[in-house]
C-alpha cells in the first residue's frame, strides 16, 4: 500500500463515476462537477493535476472565480472521501501538490487501473488462468467507460484507449476458451461481438475458427463470407490476410483446426464449466463461494497458478465483503485452507487487506457460528505470517497469536480434522516468538501429520513432511529430515503437487552444502534456485540464493569470497543484516561499526536464527560489545539447535556462534 493513503476507498469509472468506501457502500458526490473533478483526477493516474488544467478541462469559458470554485470542489470532495480525517491534519488520498490536486487510491482500488493490469497479465497466462482472469475483469464493466463525462474533450483518448482494451480482452477472453476446447460456449459472444464491431477481423477470424470447432465448417465458411461482404460495403477493403489464409484453411480441413487434438481432461474441464456458467448467475453468492474454492485449488498447481490464485481470492473476498454478509464473507475468506511453511508474506499488502476484512468479518458474525469464526481466526493466523513484534510486545501483535489458539481450541471442540489440520497451520505460523522453538514446531507438524493421514487430506499431509523437514534440520537429524522429503516428494507425484519440489530441491542443496565439496554445494544451490524461479513466491525468493552463498562462505571463513560479491547483489529483505558481514569482508570496519550501531532484529520467522548469526559474525569482527550481547541474547534459547531450522540454508550450530561470541566478549574491553 502506497505512503500517502491507507484507507480503502474504491473508484468506478468503467461506467458511472462512483466511489465506495470500505464497506461497499456508495459515497455521496454531491454534484456533477465534483464527478467531473474526481473523473479529471482519476485519469491522471496519481500524478499532479495543475489548477490552471482543471479551470480549462471544466469550463470551455472560466467564469472569473473559476480557481476558487475548483478549490470549493476539491474540499468537497475530500470531506466525502476522507470523512474520518481530522481537523487540520493533511489529506492522505486527495493530497495538495505544488499548484496542483493528486488522487493517490492503491492501483488495485480503481477498477480502470485494475483492467488494465488484468489485460497485461492475462497476456502470459496459461488459458484457463487468462479465461479466469479476463472473464472476471470483463464483469467490472458497468457501461462505457467514463459516462458521466462522456461529452468531454480530456476525456476523449483515455475513452477511446479503454474501450479498444475491452475489445481486446473480449477477444483474447475467445482465444483462451478456443484453445481450452469451449469453441461452441464462445460462439454466442464472438457473434455479438462481430456484430457491434464488424470491422475487427480479429474477432471475425475467432468466430469462424469457434465455429469449425464446433463441427459447423459451413456456418464457419458463411462467416467469413459476411465479413467480406461488411468489410468490402462499410470499409471499401479486402479482407487481410490472415482472414484470407484461414478461409483457405477451413476449405482444407487444416489439421491444426482440429478440435480432438485437444486434451480430453480440457474438454472435460471445459464442459463442466460451461454448464456451470449456464446454470449459476454471474452474481450469485454461490459463484463467489465457488471462486474461492477454485482458487484454493488452483494455488497448489505451480507459479502461474500461486499468483492467479492470490489475485482472484481477494477479488472474491472483497467483492463478498461488498455485499455485507458476513457469513458468505466468512465462508469465502475460510474455504481458502491452503496450507502455509514459508514464514515471510508473498504479498504483504494483500494479507493486510485481507486480515482487515477478517478481523471486521469476525466483529459481525453471529457468535454461534463457530466453524466459520474458527476459519476466519486460521486465516488470521496465517496470514499474519512474520507480523510477531520485534522489539515490543504489543495488543496488534498478540492478535494473530491469541487468533490461532482460538481457532485450535474451537477445532478440537468441533472434532474437525480439516479444521483442526487448518488451526495447527495457524499454530505453527505463530510460533516463532523466540529462538529455540524447534521442539514445539515438531509436536505441531506430528499433529498435523497425524490428522491429515487419518482424513486423508493430502496438503496437509505434505505440510507435516515439510514442518518435520525443518526440525530434523534443527536437531542435525539429516537422515530423518531425507525420509521426509522423500515422502513428501512422493505425495507431491501422487497429488500434482508441484510446488513441493521447490522445498525439498533446497532442502538437497542445503545436505550437499553440509560435504566437503563446495564446488558441488554452489551448483545445487544454483540449480534449487532455477527451480524457484517461476514458483509464484516472491516472499521466499527474494534474496535466497546470496543467502545460502553467503552461508556456504561464512562456514567455511571465505573471507576473500564474501568480499567479492557484486554491490549490485539483489539481497531482498535480508541486505541489512549481511551489509554488515560484507563490510568487514573489505575490511571497511567503520562502515561495518556504523551499520551495525543502527541494526534491528531480524523478523521472528525461519530465518531468525541464521540472521542473528550473521549479525553475530559482523559483530565479533569489530568488537561491537552491545551487538555482541544482542545476539547472544536471542540465539541462547536455541543453544542446542542448529540454523539450518530453515531447511534451506545452515551457518553451523547455535552453539558454536554462541562460544564465539562468549569468548570475544571476554577479550573485548568494556568501553
Same mark, same amino acid.
Given at each position: 500500500?502506497?505512503?500517502?493513503?491507507?484507507?480503502?476507498?474504491?473508484?468506478?469509472?468503467?461506467?458511472p463515476?462512483?466511489?465506495?468506501?470500505?464497506?461497499g457502500?456508495?459515497?455521496?458526490?454531491?454534484?456533477p462537477?465534483?464527478?467531473?473533478?474526481?473523473?479529471?483526477?482519476?485519469?491522471?493516474?496519481?500524478?499532479?493535476v495543475?489548477?490552471?488544467?482543471?479551470?480549462?478541462?471544466l469550463?470551455?469559458?472560466?467564469?472569473p472565480?473559476?480557481?476558487?470554485a475548483?478549490?470549493?470542489?476539491?474540499?468537497g470532495?475530500?470531506r466525502?472521501?476522507?470523512p474520518?480525517?481530522?481537523?487540520?491534519?493533511?489529506?492522505?488520498?486527495?493530497?495538495?501538490?505544488?499548484?496542483?490536486?493528486?488522487?493517490?487510491?492503491?492501483?488495485?482500488?480503481?477498477?480502470?487501473?485494475?483492467?488494465?493490469?488484468?489485460?497485461?497479465?492475462?497476456a502470459?497466462?496459461?488459458?484457463?488462468?487468462?479465461?479466469?482472469?479476463?472473464?472476471?475483469?470483463?464483469s467490472?464493466?458497468?457501461?462505457?467507460?467514463?459516462t458521466?463525462?462522456?461529452?468531454?474533450?480530456w476525456?476523449?483518448?483515455?475513452?477511446a484507449?479503454?474501450?479498444e482494451?475491452? *475489445?481486446?480482452?473480449?477477444?483474447r477472453?475467445?482465444?483462451?476458451?478456443?484453445?481450452l476446447?469451449?469453441?461452441?460456449?464462445?460462439v454466442?459472444?464472438?457473434?455479438?461481438?462481430?456484430?457491434?464491431?464488424?470491422?475487427?477481423?480479429?474477432?471475425?477470424?475467432?468466430?469462424?475458427t469457434?465455429?469449425?470447432r464446433?463441427?459447423?465448417?459451413?456456418?464457419?465458411?458463411?462467416?467469413?463470407?459476411?465479413?467480406r461482404?461488411?468489410?468490402?460495403?462499410?470499409?471499401?477493403?479486402?479482407?487481410?490476410?490472415?482472414?484470407?489464409?484461414?478461409?483457405?484453411d477451413?476449405?482444407?480441413?487444416?489439421?491444426?483446426?482440429?478440435?480432438?487434438?485437444?486434451?480430453?481432461?480440457?474438454?472435460?474441464?471445459?464442459?463442466?464449466?460451461?454448464?456451470?456458467?449456464?446454470?449459476?448467475?454471474?452474481r450469485?453468492?454461490?459463484?463467489?463461494?465457488?471462486?474461492?474454492?477454485?482458487?484454493?485449488?488452483?494455488?497448489?498447481?505451480?507459479?502461474?497458478?500461486?499468483?492467479?490464485?492470490?489475485?482472484?481470492?481477494?477479488?472474491?473476498?472483497?467483492?463478498?465483503?461488498?455485499?455485507g454478509?458476513?457469513?458468505?464473507?466468512?465462508?469465502?475468506?475460510?474455504?481458502?485452507?491452503v496450507?502455509a511453511?514459508?514464514?515471510?508474506?508473498?504479498?504483504p499488502?494483500?494479507d493486510?487487506?485481507?486480515?482487515?476484512?477478517?478481523?471486521?468479518? *469476525?466483529?459481525?458474525?453471529?457468535?454461534?457460528?463457530?466453524? +466459520?469464526?474458527?476459519?476466519?481466526?486460521?486465516?488470521?493466523?496465517?496470514?499474519?505470517?512474520?507480523? *510477531?513484534?520485534?522489539?515490543?510486545?504489543?495488543?496488534?501483535?498478540?492478535?494473530?497469536?491469541?487468533?490461532?489458539?482460538?481457532?485450535?481450541?474451537?477445532?478440537?471442540?468441533?472434532?474437525?480434522?480439516?479444521?483442526?489440520?487448518?488451526?495447527?497451520?495457524?499454530?505453527?505460523?505463530?510460533?516463532?516468538?523466540?529462538a529455540?522453538?524447534?521442539?514445539r514446531?515438531?509436536?505441531?507438524?506430528?499433529?498435523?501429520?497425524?490428522?491429515?493421514?487419518?482424513?486423508?487430506?493430502?496438503?496437509?499431509?505434505?505440510?507435516?513432511?515439510?514442518?518435520?523437514i525443518?526440525?530434523?534440520?534443527?536437531r542435525?537429524?539429516?537422515?530423518?529430515?531425507d525420509?521426509?522429503?522423500d515422502?513428501?516428494?512422493?505425495?507431491?507425484?501422487?497429488?500434482?503437487?508441484p510446488?513441493?519440489e521447490?522445498f525439498t530441491?533446497?532442502?538437497?542443496?542445503?545436505?550437499?552444502?553440509?560435504t566437503?565439496?563446495?564446488?558441488?554445494?554452489?551448483?545445487?544451490?544454483?540449480?534449487?534456485?532455477?527451480?524457484?524461479?517461476?514458483?509464484?513466491?516472491?516472499?521466499?525468493?527474494?534474496?535466497?540464493?546470496?543467502l545460502?552463498?553467503?552461508?556456504?562462505?561464512?562456514?567455511?571463513?571465505e573471507?576473500?569470497?564474501?568480499?567479492?560479491? +557484486?554491490?549490485?547483489?539483489?539481497?531482498?529483505?535480508?541486505?541489512?543484516?549481511?551489509?554488515?558481514?560484507?563490510?568487514?569482508?573489505?575490511?571497511?570496519?567503520d562502515?561495518?561499526?556504523?551499520?551495525l550501531?543502527?541494526?534491528?532484529?531480524?523478523?521472528?520467522?525461519?530465518?531468525?536464527?541464521?540472521?542473528?548469526?550473521?549479525?553475530?559474525?559482523?559483530?565479533?569482527?569489530?568488537?561491537?560489545?552491545?551487538?555482541?550481547?544482542?545476539?547472544?541474547?536471542?540465539?541462547?534459547?536455541?543453544?542446542?539447535?542448529?540454523?539450518?531450522?530453515?531447511?534451506?540454508?545452515?551457518?553451523?550450530?547455535?552453539?558454536?556462534?554462541? +562460544?564465539?561470541?562468549?569468548?570475544?566478549l571476554?577479550?573485548?574491553?568494556?568501553?
Amino acid at each position: 500500500m502506497n505512503a500517502h493513503y491507507i484507507g480503502m476507498m474504491r473508484f468506478q469509472v468503467l461506467g458511472p463515476i462512483l466511489a465506495h468506501d470500505d464497506r461497499g457502500t456508495p459515497v455521496a458526490l454531491r454534484g456533477p462537477r465534483h464527478r467531473e473533478v474526481l473523473a479529471r483526477l482519476i485519469l491522471a493516474h496519481r500524478r499532479v493535476v495543475p489548477v490552471g488544467r482543471l479551470v480549462e478541462d471544466l469550463w470551455d469559458e472560466p467564469p472569473p472565480n473559476a480557481v476558487g470554485a475548483v478549490r470549493t470542489f476539491v474540499a468537497g470532495l475530500r470531506r466525502a472521501l476522507e470523512p474520518d480525517r481530522a481537523p487540520r491534519t493533511p489529506p492522505r488520498l486527495l493530497v495538495t501538490e505544488g499548484l496542483g490536486y493528486a488522487l493517490r487510491p492503491d492501483q488495485a482500488d480503481v477498477d480502470a487501473w485494475r483492467f488494465d493490469d488484468a489485460v497485461r497479465s492475462a497476456a502470459s497466462l496459461p488459458p484457463e488462468q487468462a479465461f479466469s482472469l479476463l472473464t472476471e475483469a470483463l464483469s467490472w464493466w458497468q457501461g462505457p467507460a467514463y459516462t458521466d463525462v462522456a461529452d468531454a474533450g480530456w476525456a476523449r483518448a483515455e475513452r477511446a484507449r479503454l474501450t479498444e482494451q475491452r *475489445l481486446l480482452a473480449v477477444e483474447r477472453r475467445a482465444t483462451a476458451q478456443l484453445a481450452l476446447g469451449a469453441a461452441a460456449a464462445a460462439v454466442p459472444g464472438l457473434d455479438a461481438h462481430v456484430a457491434e464491431h464488424p470491422w475487427r477481423e480479429d474477432a471475425w477470424g475467432l468466430l469462424a475458427t469457434a465455429l469449425y470447432r464446433s463441427g459447423r465448417q459451413a456456418d464457419a465458411l458463411a462467416v467469413l463470407a459476411r465479413a467480406r461482404r461488411m468489410l468490402a460495403e462499410d470499409l471499401g477493403i479486402d479482407p487481410g490476410p490472415a482472414l484470407r489464409r484461414l478461409e483457405h484453411d477451413l476449405l482444407r480441413q487444416a489439421e491444426y483446426l482440429d478440435p480432438d487434438a485437444t486434451d480430453p481432461t480440457v474438454r472435460v474441464w471445459e464442459q463442466a464449466r460451461a454448464a456451470y456458467d449456464s446454470a449459476v448467475a454471474p452474481r450469485t453468492r454461490t459463484r463467489l463461494e465457488s471462486t474461492a474454492g477454485l482458487m484454493r485449488d488452483l494455488a497448489v498447481t505451480g507459479g502461474g497458478g500461486l499468483t492467479a490464485a492470490r489475485a482472484h481470492r481477494i477479488s472474491a473476498v472483497i467483492a463478498a465483503d461488498d455485499l455485507g454478509d458476513a457469513e458468505l464473507t466468512a465462508r469465502v475468506i475460510g474455504i481458502y485452507d491452503v496450507p502455509a511453511i514459508w514464514t515471510r508474506s508473498d504479498d504483504p499488502v494483500q494479507d493486510r487487506r485481507l486480515v482487515e476484512i477478517a478481523e471486521r468479518t *469476525l466483529l459481525r458474525l453471529p457468535t454461534h457460528d463457530d466453524a +466459520d469464526r474458527a476459519r476466519l481466526l486460521a486465516t488470521i493466523a496465517v496470514e499474519s505470517r512474520g507480523a *510477531l513484534p520485534v522489539h515490543t510486545v504489543t495488543e496488534a501483535g498478540l492478535r494473530p497469536l491469541r487468533a490461532a489458539g482460538a481457532a485450535e481450541e474451537i477445532a478440537r471442540r468441533l472434532h474437525d480434522p480439516a479444521l483442526l489440520a487448518f488451526a495447527l497451520n495457524g499454530v505453527f505460523m505463530q510460533s516463532f516468538r523466540r529462538a529455540g522453538l524447534a521442539p514445539r514446531r515438531e509436536a505441531v507438524a506430528t499433529e498435523i501429520l497425524t490428522v491429515a493421514t487419518n482424513a486423508k487430506l493430502a496438503t496437509y499431509q505434505v505440510l507435516g513432511h515439510l514442518i518435520l523437514i525443518q526440525t530434523c534440520c534443527a536437531r542435525a537429524d539429516y537422515p530423518g529430515a531425507d525420509q521426509h522429503a522423500d515422502v513428501a516428494d512422493a505425495l507431491a507425484r501422487r497429488y500434482e503437487l508441484p510446488l513441493v519440489e521447490v522445498f525439498t530441491t533446497w532442502y538437497r542443496a542445503m545436505r550437499t552444502a553440509a560435504t566437503p565439496d563446495l564446488a558441488a554445494a554452489r551448483a545445487a544451490y544454483t540449480a534449487a534456485a532455477d527451480v524457484l524461479t517461476g514458483a509464484g513466491m516472491p516472499g521466499l525468493d527474494g534474496g535466497l540464493l546470496p543467502l545460502a552463498q553467503l552461508s556456504l562462505a561464512l562456514r567455511e571463513h571465505e573471507t576473500a569470497t564474501i568480499a567479492a560479491f +557484486d554491490p549490485e547483489t539483489d539481497w531482498g529483505p535480508y541486505r541489512s543484516w549481511v551489509e554488515p558481514t560484507l563490510l568487514v569482508a573489505r575490511d571497511e570496519l567503520d562502515g561495518a561499526r556504523e551499520a551495525l550501531r543502527t541494526i534491528t532484529s531480524p523478523p521472528r520467522d525461519l530465518l531468525f536464527e541464521a540472521l542473528w548469526a550473521i549479525v553475530a559474525h559482523a559483530a565479533v569482527a569489530v568488537g561491537d560489545r552491545e551487538t555482541m550481547r544482542r545476539a547472544r541474547t536471542q540465539l541462547a534459547p536455541a543453544a542446542a539447535e542448529t540454523t539450518a531450522q530453515s531447511g534451506l540454508l545452515s551457518i553451523g550450530p547455535v552453539r558454536a556462534h554462541l +562460544d564465539d561470541l562468549d569468548a570475544a566478549l571476554l577479550r573485548s574491553p568494556v568501553r
